[in-house]
């Protein structure tokens, strides 16, 4: 296989426009759905949405389903490094091969849309038509499927999902969703359908009342985390958090999740949830036991072997260099949180890069409690927002003093590094590198490119 096939392929689907250039309709979606023979509906769905925590919980299902037996396709965004990250099938991105045959594939079914609208099948449209074939051709047996953005006219709502998840909701996106949180709910309340089960993590009462009744005018069946399920306890522990769970068919003791943070044990409680739930509901009649709870063993292997990556994790230590995608300031409260429980560093320092479409002030007045000194710089996204733009807000949250302006990220990476290991306090220092999930990807490359 030639790499320029692929990169054809690449090339070709991006041109269809920008992830954030969005025109908020399912019309060109169906339409392309119809004319590809609905593969979207070839296999069941467990459909995922909500502002914060949704590829953690994704994977956490998909890891859950795997582990059972299942041939599991996922699909998320956006990716950390390449773009066949966003279609895995067992566990592993597409090929370069299999996403160009995938494209080839559904160009001219692409081209036919196109021709029966004013404005052509766009960049996630054309990514969600190629995960959904890709699904229906493998087959697999059950599809993660998270939404791109809100839930009514995301294009991934073509599929009417047999579970519903909503991870917590804040105020993101608001340009397009809402400029409340009952707004934003509305929104990412439509991927709960007639018969669905609905997963709901806690959230904002508004939000709460907003998807309680979407489910009550659908006919879904609900499970809230605090009441039907939830997190029972949870201890910190060598690499993670050893949690109890309460599922909704019984309780899971001894799990070793490895990930860090109160917000990722109610992920594991949501992604729980809704693998129980939908073991239950499949058409087969399949059940683990007479109570229908999963074997406890398989759900704890699940955990361990479950991955996160960009989300708080550890990338070197001596200092600790952690790298987060959050990007949004609820986001970025729980990532602060759980560095305050579970790192204890005695100095921290931030490097951060942001898209300059988000609530930069909110992010920079979460950080600036927890963070001695912060680099500000830019990452790879043409979204992002200009360094010295971000220096200045960055000072009125900070303070001159504690902002250092660099505009690259690999020297503003190596200054971060430095500046950390000033006290001297070689176990207590600490590097966050942070700001978007493109930053998190960026760092990733740079910091392992180093080994």
């Known amino acids: 296989m030639s790499a320029t096939r692929y990169e054809e392929a690449v090339k070709g689907v991006r041109a269809r426009g920008v992830e954030w250039d969005i025109d908020p309709t399912l019309d060109r979606m169906r339409d392309l759905a119809d004319v590809l023979g609905s593969p979207q509906r070839a296999y069941p769905v467990i459909h995922i949405t909500g502002t914060n925590g949704k590829s ?24 950390l490094h390449s773009i066949r990250e966003r279609i895995t099938i067992d566990g592993a991105p597409v090929s370069e091969q299999r996403f160009a045959e995938l494209y080839e594939d559904v160009l001219p079914f692409l081209e036919m849309t196109d021709a029966k609208h004013d404005v052509k099948v766009s960049f996630f449209e054309t990514l969600t038509a190629m995960a959904y074939a890709a699904f229906a051709d493998a087959p697999v047996d059950v599809a993660v499927v998270e939404v791109g953005m809100g839930g009514v006219w995301d294009a991934t709502n073509v599929a009417d999902g047999a579970v ?8 993101d996106h608001t340009r397009w969703l809402g400029a409340t949180v009952e707004e934003i709910a509305g929104e990412k309340s439509g991927i709960i359908k007639p018969g669905a089960i609905a997963v709901l993590a806690q959230q904002p009462v508004g939000a709460a009342q907003v998807l309680m009744r979407r489910a009550n005018e659908v006919g879904a069946t609900v499970a809230r985390e605090g009441l039907e399920f939830g997190v029972l306890g949870r201890e910190l522990a ?19 999740l490895p ?18 739930a939908f073991a239950r509901g499949r058409a087969t009649g399949e059940s683990e036991t007479d109570s229908d709870q999963l074997d406890p063993e398989l759900v704890r292997q699940a955990f361990v072997n479950a991955t996160s990556p960009g989300r ?17 300031p609820a986001g970025m409260a729980a990532s602060v949180t759980a560095l305050t429980e579970e790192f204890g560093f005695t100095r921290l320092v931030g490097v951060l890069a942001v898209m300059a479409d988000k609530d930069v002030a909110g992010v920079l007045e979460e950080l600036e409690p927890v963070l001695d000194e912060v680099i500000v710089t830019r990452n790879s996204s043409p979204r992002g927002m200009p360094a010295n733009e971000l220096a200045e807000l960055a000072s009125d949250v900070f303070g001159e003093d504690r902002v250092h302006l660099v505009p690259r990220l690999d020297d503003a990476i190596e200054q971060g590094i430095t500046l950390a290991d000033e006290s001297g306090e070689f176990a207590g220092a600490g590097l966050l590198i942070t700001g978007s999930v493109t930053t998190a990807g960026d760092a990733r490359v740079l910091l392992r490119a180093g080994e």
Do not use: K, W
């Open 259 to 276: 990930f860090f943070g109160a917000h990722q044990a109610g992920n594991a409680a949501c992604a729980l949830a809704a693998v129980e």
């Open 164 to 171: 519903a998840v909503v991870t917590p909701i804040g105020l």
């Open 56 to 79: 953690s919980t994704a994977r956490m299902i998909e890891a859950l389903l795997r582990e059972r037996g299942l041939r599991v396709g996922l699909y998320t965004s956006p990716e």
């Open 238 to 256: 060598v690499g993670g958090q050893l949690v109890r769970l309460q599922g909704l068919h019984g309780v899971y003791d001894e799990v070793f």
């Open 312 to 328: 708080l994790e550890v990338i070197r230590t001596g200092p600790t260099v952690l790298v987060d995608a959050a990007h949004n």
